[in-house]
């Protein structure tokens, strides 16, 4: 199993509390007091709990090419 420590109050996650909410709701991660774990289910989307926690990551950037 993945698991990190996270606040019993997902509101202090800040912009990863909507993040944790969404798979913890999908299934995809287990909430027990201030520990998140990935769920068996969850494991292949792990990479989408620690998108959330990443700082340097601009989820509204464009990600592809444009073209004009």
Known sequence: LVGI???RDLS????A???VAALE???LVARNGAHLTMTDRGRPFV???AAAFDPYLDVEA???ARVS
Request: charged share 25%.
């Open 47 to 49: 990479r989408l709990l």
């Open 62 to 64: 464009t990600r592809h």
């Open 25 to 27: 709701r999908d299934g």
């Open 5 to 7: 420590v996270a606040s």
């Open 12 to 15: 202090i996650l800040g912009s």
């Open 17 to 19: 509390s909507d993040a």
